[in-house]
Structure formats: structure tokens, C-alpha cells
């Protein structure tokens, strides 16, 4: 198994409000809000330059009541004023085009450094709260749902196979360290958490203690078995499913915690194989496991109804195993009937789409 790694902490933390369509709000880091501040404070220099600009050039029209000279400095002070709409009336524009410059010019600057000033306070206060605020609403409604660790090819495949099977868009959160990924995340509907899944904190904050499940498929072992030890230490109980990459890592993923482990290379393999001598083997699996085609394989409890059955005998399809405890039986296995307490595979057939 490759050496465990530290994984980089992330620079963004945010719920996603996926409902309605609304596009995702994240708090920013840090290095986010310092950009934006210097892009915004060089803005408005810029414009006061200009406004400062404007005035010396047309100084001309203005009148200083102090000593009825209009000085750079004068001008520089009376920009400010005008811009911060404080006008104390010392210095005055008195010629009409000092006044057209005032009106026409200045005022839609006045007022845009006005907006901007609002955005920012709004950007770095408001929004910060109303946002955390959106946050506790949301994990308090958090209840049953699945936490998929990676929103990669994996991740995306398994979200989507859930929601065919009926679970809510808004019962499946993400959480993934790539901005991208979580922006994407939301854009489909699901809810977003920014962050890295092998950090504790973030981990609580997808409310492991009411999740139904937790999907890891990371891509990486290391980092699986890094996710999986830490969930384990927040949830005992919750049911978690991993993707392994490598064959020699799935005992230590299954050591760490994991309930079932995934080999898609294994899996992809398997299937290559079989497609040597045939075109519709490989098509025929991915229908058996997949929602939305003629046949599914479902394993469920055995139900009182099932019990003294043989498998041929299950009248919902086929049932083609019977699990009992560590024990393993066949269809074709002869006296074997069902008992209380066994779970049962079958292929069922799905019903046609109405037309």
C-alpha cells in the first residue's frame, strides 16, 4: 500500500442551497476575500483619481470661500468630499460647466462607489451570516441521507444510480476538495459540502450521526483508508462502502471500517474478459445492476411468505442465491428451501414504462 499522505487542508468550506436551482454560495478563504478587497480598493483609487483629475483640470469653476484660491490639495479634498456626498460647502462649483462635470460625471461615480462599498459590506457580513444561518437550517433537516466522499466519474455514477432508486436529490450530499466538483455537485441538485473528507470537522459537518450511508470513492487507497478510519471514529454504526483501487488494499479498507468494498478495475477487468467471445454479456451485467432496464438484482429479507420456498418457487423472478450467515446457496442446489432470517438475491423483472 502506497504511504499515507497528509492530505492538503482546503481553503473553502460551504453548504450548497441546491433547491430550486439556485446557484451554490460559498464563504470564502481567506486569500479570496484579501483579492477581492485589494481588486475593490483599487477601483475606487482609480475612480477618485479620475474625479480628481477632472476637477483639476476644470478648477477654473471652483470657489474657496477660505481664501478664493483653489489649490491641489483643495482639490483633492473637495473630490473626496463630493465623492462621500459630505459637501460642507467651503468649496463650490460655480460655472456651468463645473456644474454639468458635478452632475453628469460625478454623480454616477458617487453613486457606483456607493454600490460598491454596499457589495463588500454585504460580501464580507451579511452574506456571511445569512449563509451560516442557511447552514444550520439545512444540516438540522439532514436526516437518512448518503454521504458520497469524491464527486469524480465514481462519485457521479453513484449519485445518480441512487436517485434512480428513489432517494431524494436533496438526501445526497458531496463533499470533495475541488471547487469545481462541488459547483457541479449543485448544478445537478444535490447538496454541497467544500472541504476535505479526511478532516474530522468536515465530517461533522455532513451529520455522519443521521446518515444512512457513506460512499467513499476518492480514487485514491490511501486516502480511502484515511476517510474510512475517521468516519469510523465519528460513526460506529453508519453503513460505509468503499472503492478500492488496488486488490492488496481491500483487507486494510475492510480492516479500517468499511462494511463492503468496490473494485472497479477488478470489476472493468472481469468484464473485458467476458467480452472476448461475446458482444452481450458485458451489456446484460451492467442492466442486471443498474435501475431502468428489463431486469434488476435485488437482494433483500427473506419475507414470511418466502419462507419453506425454494428459490425457483420466489414468484417476484428468480432468485438465483440464498444467504445464510456465512453460508452461500445456489438455485440449482438441490433441498434447499428458505428460512427465517435469510436474505435472497433475485433477478426480478422491471415493469414496462406506461406509453
Not at 425454494?310 to 428451501?337: A, H, K, M, Q, S
Request: net charge negative; proline share 5%.
Amino acid at each position: 500500500m502506497p504511504q499515507t499522505r497528509t492530505p492538503p487542508s482546503s481553503a473553502f468550506q460551504a453548504f450548497d442551497r441546491p433547491i430550486g436551482g439556485h446557484k451554490q454560495l460559498f464563504i470564502g478563504g481567506e486569500s479570496t476575500v484579501r483579492r477581492t478587497l485589494v481588486f475593490r480598493a483599487g477601483l475606487v483609487f482609480a475612480l477618485f483619481a479620475l474625479v480628481m483629475v477632472v476637477f483639476w483640470l476644470d478648477r477654473d469653476g471652483l470657489r474657496d470661500h477660505h481664501d478664493g484660491h483653489v489649490s491641489f490639495s483643495d482639490v483633492v479634498y473637495f473630490s473626496m468630499v463630493t465623492i462621500t456626498t459630505v459637501g460642507y460647502g467651503d468649496i463650490v462649483p460655480i460655472t456651468p460647466t463645473a456644474r454639468l462635470i458635478d452632475a453628469i460625471f460625478v454623480t454616477p461615480i458617487r453613486l457606483f462607489i456607493w454600490l460598491i462599498f454596499l457589495g463588500t459590506a454585504y460580501q464580507l457580513v451579511i452574506q456571511r451570516l445569512v449563509e451560516d444561518i442557511r447552514m444550520r437550517v439545512m444540516q438540522a433537516k439532514l436526516h437518512d441521507h448518503v454521504v458520497i466522499c469524491g464527486f469524480g466519474h465514481a462519485g457521479r455514477s453513484a449519485a445518480a444510480e441512487l436517485v434512480r432508486r428513489g432517494t431524494d436529490k436533496r438526501n445526497v450530499l458531496v463533499i470533495d476538495a475541488s471547487r469545481a466538483a462541488v459547483e457541479s455537485a449543485g448544478e445537478a441538485g444535490y447538496v454541497g459540502l467544500l472541504g476535505d473528507a479526511t478532516h474530522e470537522h468536515v465530517l461533522k459537518e455532513a451529520r455522519l450521526e443521521s446518515a444512512a450511508a457513506v460512499f467513499v470513492c476518492v480514487g485514491r487507497d490511501d486516502t480511502s483508508v484515511l476517510i474510512t478510519l475517521t468516519v469510523r471514529h465519528l460513526s460506529p454504526d453508519v453503513r460505509l462502502v468503499a472503492m478500492v483501487q488496488e486488490e492488496e488494499n481491500e483487507k486494510l479498507v475492510r480492516q479500517s471500517g468499511a462494511d463492503a468494498t468496490v473494485m472497479p478495475s477488478k470489476v472493468g477487468g472481469i468484464l473485458l474478459a467476458d467480452s472476448l467471445d461475446t458482444s452481450n454479456l458485458a451489456g446484460y451485467v451492467l442492466e442486471l445492476i443498474t435501475v431502468g432496464g428489463r431486469v434488476t438484482l435485488v437482494e433483500r429479507e427473506a419475507q414470511p411468505e418466502d419462507v419453506g420456498r425454494t428459490p425457483r418457487e420466489i414468484p417476484e423472478g428468480l432468485c438465483v442465491r440464498v444467504l445464510r450467515g456465512n453460508e452461500v446457496f445456489g438455485f440449482w442446489e438441490p433441498d434447499v428451501r428458505v428460512q427465517t432470517g435469510d436474505r435472497l438475491v433475485v433477478i426480478r423483472p422491471e415493469p414496462l414504462p406506461a406509453e
